[in-house]
């Protein structure tokens, strides 16, 4: 009955780990064509949804067994909820009847999940199952989308109830909002028009409302500048001349000093988030703020909003664009003159540069070159740490659904398997992992997951052999006492690789760098590329935690 | 500020935790909190004391607003509702605090519920102001023990607020 209602959702493939209490719902499985990723580690099952979820646009579904399978995925939750991913994981619970009592392998994951999950549901009887599936995926995929758990007890699984799937499902205390309050939308595109220096400042809300396309033709039409956070990245092309670049703490000069000089800030699906904002009181000083979410709870949460627009962003966007028809582009372009030639000054004031010499390669330019050498067709998963913002800053997105990154949780061990998950989304694409030697080493089992499925992911490990955005704070401010940051006891990953099955290569000079990366595209399996970097290197500019977005440390 | 926050709720398994949960995780407090069926057995209506500034009520507000099972939130304001708490005070009862105690069982409208030779048990209701009244003058006499529902608390006039209105 479970394959059946997934098949209703249009759900082809899943990620799981088989247990116990889910000996059925595999062995129905065994005869279904729905395909089934076994992944190594259940951690590796939520995280691949997740990034099949980021990279396809559709809901992402892992399935695993009670107790320990269940508790297994509470940190990719936690992961999908901070950045709003739809996912709904399915985990086996112990019979009704053994609930409470500490029977084998239960674990109460409803109630260890209900702050990291949009919503939970544990079910009671067989006849509810449709339901409750219905309900599941309607509510990870509406409104600001989330993951669902559905904990299923083995005797409901096994149980016979007629099936029936339910066309409508009604839920009282659930009605997002999508279109926005049009005396809003018309009083912000009034403030927006007279401002002198607008900026937009865009999120993944863009992303998750499929809404890159709109918000494009929006910054384009008005003639202004885009700064995206990491989660945004993609959704405005980066190589466009609006483009600032991300903000915030390892945002570029000119986004963080155009948002702090701006007197209209218009944000679009971001939150405020404490990485963007340093220090609150001094974020955008001067600026009559516009919000357009879908969330309620994230207008005015941090930084007090002036003119909130509660609505889905693509439909709001369509609400502004359809009031924009008599725009004047050149007017526009002759209005904001000045602002666009202040940035240029700001840009000119500070490049984004590392210097690559002979000797050490510099971990960003491997990023460049894996832009330069794939021309950006690909999609980008990160892990966590330096390697994620080298990433983010060094590896121009020209389109959404190409980056995946835990944001909001910052996740080590998310990128790999999130790049399996993108992988098996589409077998044809690119997928390269820009990981750090300590992150790859939290999901590298996943490499045995790569090789049997024959899925292409190329992993490019920046390695500096410290545990580098940590070394880089005590750097700064610790006075470089490197507590437990140093790891120079690593696999040989090229070796690792091929324990697995898979090619491993190694650059440990500049001029490697590009052999390495072709010839990694070129093996049609799974890579490992081992980049020998420059140990110490750090990522800038930087604004110290709690610190004014305007204050950067450059170098 | 104190607030008075009803929530109209699904009443299905979990609710109660999925509410307290938003609290204590979001570092919100809660001063009372009473639940109970509504006239619809399907629906559980939840009176919340809280405080708080102006923002975090709101987040308050948005956060409950935001859960599934929630169906309707009201944040009470000062006048436009009545609110009742029940308190049941196990008060020391002496030959000479007696007289006071009969005294002030009969100003504050309570009732005495039961009797020992040493104490008296009196069942009082009221708002906050009259609860806190009460107190303050029984305290000295000598509390043995007490018990408070936490406040409930409804609309004036014809409005309801039971999310079918
Ligand atoms: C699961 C988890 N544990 C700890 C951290 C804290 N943390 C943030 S960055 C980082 C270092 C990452 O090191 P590495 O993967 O080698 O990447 P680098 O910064 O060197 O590029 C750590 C430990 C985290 N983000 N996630």
Redesign the interface.
């Known amino acids: 009955m479970l394959i059946e209602c997934l098949k209703l959702e249009g759900v082809e493939t899943i990620f799981g780990y088989p247990g116990g209490v889910v000996l059925n719902i595999y062995d129905a499985l065994y005869s279904s064509d729905i395909h089934h990723i076994l992944v190594r580690h259940e951690q590796a099952a939520v995280h691949a949804a997740d990034g099949f979820a980021r990279a396809s646009g559709k809901v992402g579904v892992a399935l695993v067994t009670s107790g320990p399978g269940a508790t297994n995925t509470v940190t990719g939750l936690a992961t999908a909820y901070m950045d709003s991913i739809p996912m709904v994981v399915f985990s086996g619970q112990v019979p009704t009847g053994l609930i409470g009592n500490d029977a084998f392998q239960e674990a109460d994951i409803v109630g260890i999940t209900r702050p990291c999950t949009k919503h939970n549901f544990l079910v009671k009887n067989a006849a509810e199952l449709p339901g409750i599936i219905k309900k599941a995926f309607f509510l990870a995929r509406s409104g600001r989308p989330g993951p669902v758990l559905v904990d299923l007890p083995k005797d409901v699984v096994v149980s016979k109830a007629p099936f029936k799937y339910p066309e409508k499902i009604t839920m009282v205390g659930y009605n997002p909002t999508y279109e926005g309050h049009l005396g809003q939308i018309k009083k912000a595109l009034k403030a927006i028009l007279a401002a002198e220096r607008p900026v937009i400042y865009a999120g993944g809300g863009v992303i998750l409302s499929k809404a890159a396309d709109k918000l494009t033709k929006f910054a384009k039409a008005l003639d202004i500048p885009v700064t995206m956070t990491l989660m945004g990245l993609g959704c405005f092309p980066g190589s466009h001349k609006l483009s600032l670049g991300m903000l915030g703490m390892h945002g570029t000069y000119r986004a963080n000093l155009a948002v702090t000089e701006s007197d209209v800030l218009i944000a679009i699906g971001s939150r405020f988030d404490d990485r963007v904002t340093g220090k609150v009181d001094e974020f955008a000083p001067g600026a009559k703020i516009i919000h357009i979410d879908i969330d309620p709870t994230s207008i005015s949460k941090n930084v007090k909003v002036d003119i909130p627009i509660v609505g889905d962003v693509s439909a709001v966007l369509d609400q502004f664009l359809g009031l924009m028809g008599d725009v004047d582009g050149k007017e526009r372009k002759k209005h904001l003159a000045p602002w666009h030639k202040q940035v240029k000054v700001w840009e000119g004031e500070h490049k984004m540069d590392y210097g690559q010499g002979k000797d050490e390669i510099k971990p960003q330019y491997v990023v460049e070159q894996l832009r330069e050498i794939t021309g950006g067709d690909c999609i980008i998963a990160t892990e966590v740490g330096q390697n994620q913002m080298w990433a983010a800053q060094y590896f121009t997105l020209d389109k959404p659904h190409c980056w995946l990154t835990s944001g909001g949780l910052g996740t080590m061990g998310y990128g790999f398997p999130a790049a399996i998950g993108a992988q098996a989304a589409f077998p044809d694409r690119v997928v390269i992992d820009i990981a750090g030697d300590g992150s790859i080493q939290m999901n590298s089992q996943e490499l045995a997951t790569v090789v049997q499925y024959g899925l292409p992911v190329k992993i490019a490990i920046l390695n500096n052999r410290f545990l580098g955005m940590v070394r880089q704070w005590q750097e700064l401010f610790y006075g470089k006492r490197y507590s437990h940051t140093v790891m120079d006891h690593a696999p040989d990953f090229v070796k690792l690789a091929e324990a697995y099955g898979a090619l491993g290569l190694r650059a440990e000079k500049p001029s490697d760098v590009k052999k390495v990366i072709k010839q990694a595209l070129a093996h049609p399996g799974p890579v490992v590329m081992d980049f020998w970097v420059a140990r110490e290197e750090g990522v800038y500019p930087m604004v110290p935690a709690g610190a004014s977005i305007s204050n950067m440390l450059l170098a | 500020m104190r607030h008075t926050i009803s929530i109209i709720?699904?009443n299905e398994?979990?609710v109660l935790?999925?509410v307290v949960?938003?609290f204590s995780?979001r570092g919100f407090n809660i001063d009372s909190l009473s639940v109970a069926e509504t006239l619809d057995p399907s629906v559980s209506r939840m009176t919340i004391v809280t405080h708080g500034d102006e923002?975090i009520i709101?987040?308050i507000i948005?956060?409950l607003?935001?859960?599934?099972?929630?169906?309707k939130v009201t944040d009470f304001h000062d006048g436009e509702f009545l609110d009742r708490e029940m308190l049941i005070v196990k008060m020391h009862a002496t030959e000479q605090t007696k007289p006071e105690l009969l005294r002030l069982v009969d100003i504050f409208r309570a009732k005495i519920v039961d009797v020992s030779t040493k104490s008296y048990t009196l069942e009082l209701t009221g708002d906050e102001g009259k609860l806190r009244a009460a107190l303050e003058l029984l305290r000295p006499i000598g509390i043995r023990d007490m018990v408070r529902t936490g406040k409930v608390a409804m609309q004036r006039g014809v409005g309801q607020s039971n999310?079918n209105a």
């Open positions: 709720v699904e398994f979990g935790a999925r949960g938003l995780g923002q709101e987040q948005k956060q607003n935001k859960l599934i099972n929630v169906i999310g």
